[in-house]
């Protein structure tokens, strides 16, 4: 059965700094690989899709990036601000389902 | 507006009781799905539909029902026969051809 798992639970970082999220997932045959944004209470928006056949995708100061053969993914945050502050989770598709990490929850402190 | 809405946003269960959870979708997603959210946890799924009057039992269904009788809408009973309800619930829908899903803001729902 898939796992996915997040580590950190919980991170604290001062404004301006780069950060990585890490995903690890225990089964490499996933359809796709998606990084998530949650707010306190709210739904997820989605960041970023990484297909299986990609390496990594970026959108603006997000950069995340699959590697199958090793079961991982990362989430890289540059120049962090603190309306970043929100939980991110990481979602590996297996075509049939969807299997979520616990996230990881972000403090940016100004 | 295009989108999920889920309502209640909040929403109180008595012993015994069943509590409908509503999900409706404009966006003519053939596919939708309830997660159920606890604290330090990932999302964990209990029903899925592909198409109207189709569902699957997901990870965790019992004590849960659905209907699919409409495209747009993918109502979530809990039923008294779920003993720990309390939970934050989760919407989502998605093109099957696509396979991305896209989430409404949830219904927090609580045990008097």
Known sequence: KQEVTQIPAALSVPEGENLVLNCSFTDSAIYNLQWFRQDPGKGLTSLLLIQSSQREQTSGRLNASLDKSSGRSTLYIAASQPGDSATYLCAVDLRSDMRFGAGTRLTVKP | ?112
């Open chain 2, 1 to 112: 507006d295009g989108g999920i809405t889920q309502s209640p946003k909040y929403l109180f269960r008595k012993e015994g009781q069943n509590v409908t959870l509503s999900c409706e979708q404009n966006l003519n997603h053939d596919a939708m799905y309830w997660y159920r959210q606890d604290p330090g946890q990932g999302l964990r799924l209990i029903y899925y539909s592909q198409i109207v009057n189709d569902f699957q039992k997901g990870d965790i269904a019992e004590g849960y029902s659905v209907s699919r009788e409409k495209k747009e809408s993918f109502p979530l009973t809990v039923t008294s026969a779920q003993k720990n309800p309390t939970a934050f619930y989760l919407c989502a829908s998605g093109l099957l051809a696509k396979n991305i899903q896209y989430f409404g803001a949830g219904t927090r729902l609580s045990v008097l």
